[in-house]
């Protein structure tokens, strides 16, 4: 068990550091409650896997294969919990497969994106818009916002390390009081840089 020396000082240290541990994504898809009940049927319920890193969220056991217009992509893990509206998340070379050419977007700012078929067990639906390559973004405890200066929606720089060392500009941070520390990139932004789960990288001031 940790003393709490040891505990108050990992808090101190996570509040004073500037490095924010990695988190990849790899395409995935959340869903509404209607389209979970017709891809796994009436009254399903999402079954946990594993737990995210923040707060609530998790990776269920369920998948469901995603048809776009030129292929398709089956096995695509369904996170947890279910939202309002269904939103699928690729990479930009994952649209390329699929022949869907979805913008760079915030979560859930799904006007004016591309469909997609989605495939279940238990029947499918077509939707017309909810696909997107979600912009690189930073989730941040609000305690630790205020004592630092940002505020959510603010844009900063990100500094990697390593032997493919890159700066990545315009990273959204998100905060709020229900969220843990954490930087997410997709498989294209990751792989560019050399970066995988739990690496650290260290938040840029102007």
């Known amino acids: 068990m940790k003393s709490l020396e040891n505990i108050l000082r990992e808090v101190l240290t996570e509040i ?81 497969k699929l022949g869907v050419k979805p913008p760079v977007r915030e979560s859930g700012k799904l006007d004016g994106t591309p469909g997609v078929k989605i495939i279940g067990p238990k029947g499918e639906v077509i939707k017309e818009h909810g696909v997107i390559v979600a912009g690189r973004h930073i989730h941040m ?11 959510d929606g603010d844009i900063v720089k990100v500094e990697t390390c390593g032997e493919r060392k890159v700066l990545l500009y315009n990273v959204l941070m998100r905060v709020g009081n229900n969220m843990a520390k954490e930087i997410h990139l997709d498989m294209d932004e990751s792989n560019a840089s050399g970066l995988k789960n739990n690496d650290f990288v260290k938040i840029i001031r102007d």
């Open 141 to 151: 405890p609000k305690f630790i916002a205020d004592i630092k200066g940002y505020k």
């Open 16 to 96: 004073i550091s500037d490095d924010v541990v990695v988190g990849v994504s790899n395409r995935h898809i959340h869903l509404s409650q209607e389209d979970l009940e017709i891809l796994f049927g009436k009254s399903h319920v999402l079954t946990k896997m594993k737990d995210m890193k923040q707060p609530g969220q998790f990776a269920a056991e369920e998948t469901v294969t995603i048809q776009g217009p030129k292929g398709k992509f089956e096995g695509v893990r369904v996170l947890g919990p279910v939202r309002k509206e269904t939103q699928v998340e690729i990479s930009i070379s994952d649209s390329f």
